[in-house]
């Protein structure tokens, strides 16, 4: 099975622009879940969609959004971009959906994001 | 809220020998904990996962430990290779049973 790609890999943007990112879960998996990573920070979770219902959300900022289509890939937007913005957005999939405890996560390469 | 920690950003040792990292966690009782590798520019990669009831899991030179009542995780690399370099990431989940919530990871240097 070809794994989660995410598009795309890099990205420059300025501050109060917006950008979209997009990530193909691996088939078969219907959970996404976005991360960001700083160095500061590290991974932090961002939210996560099932069957396109945000289902849980992390500590961050309304500027920060997401969507799930029905084929399950999944995009995220942050509006109004700011320089701490800067970081590796990573998208993860899974297929069991968290009714039971196991919660393994596979994740994609990033996308890298610069504000200037 | 859960708080998880690895007790050392870095981690140097020469080819051949055990490599240990260190997970402790606080505020929570996790169902399992896992542990992830991250190479430079890429996202993280699944290794291991360890549930309340297992005391020790084991994956070719790989071994995990969780004693839950410290309330940490051990990771073990045995007779670790140059290619074993790499940020090593411990993780448990949310409440929510939705988020992994991770450590901010162990970077590892093999020397030859």
């Known amino acids: 099975k070809a794994g989660v790609t995410q598009t795309p890999r890099y990205l420059i943007k300025t501050r109060g622009q917006q950008v979209t990112l997009s990530c193909s879960p691996i088939?078969?998996?219907?959970?996404v879940s976005w991360y960001q990573q700083t160095p500061g920070q590290g991974l932090q979770f961002l939210f996560e969609?099932?069957?396109?219902?945000?289902?849980n959300k992390g500590n961050f900022p309304g500027r920060f959004s997401g969507r799930q289509f029905s084929n399950s890939r999944s995009e995220m937007n942050v509006s109004t971009l700011e320089l701490g913005d800067s970081a590796l957005y990573l998208c993860?999939?899974?297929?069991?959906?968290?009714?039971?405890?196991?919660?393994?996560?596979?994740f994609g390469p990033g996308t890298r994001l610069t504000v200037l | 809220s859960q708080k998880i920690e690895q007790n050392s950003e870095a981690l140097n040792i020469q080819e051949g020998k055990t490599a240990t990292l260190t997970c402790n966690y606080t505020?929570?009782?996790?169902?399992?904990l896992q542990w992830y590798r991250q190479d430079p520019g890429r996202g993280p990669v699944f290794l291991l996962l360890?549930?309340?009831?297992?005391k020790e899991k084991r994956k070719e030179r790989l071994k995990v430990t969780f004693d839950t009542t410290l309330k940490q995780s051990l990771f073990h690399i045995t007779a670790s290779q140059p290619a074993d370099s790499a940020t090593y990431l411990c993780?448990?989940?949310?409440?929510?049973?939705?988020?992994?919530?991770f450590g901010k990871g162990t970077t590892l240097s093999v020397s030859s």
């Open positions: 993860a999939s899974r297929e069991i959906p968290g009714t039971g405890r196991e919660n393994t996560q596979y």
């Open positions: 360890i549930r309340e009831n297992e």
């Open positions: 505020n929570y009782s996790p169902a399992y």
């Open positions: 969609y099932f069957s396109e219902t945000q289902r």
């Open positions: 088939s078969g998996h219907r959970s």
């Open positions: 993780a448990l989940d949310d409440q929510a049973g939705t988020a992994l919530i």
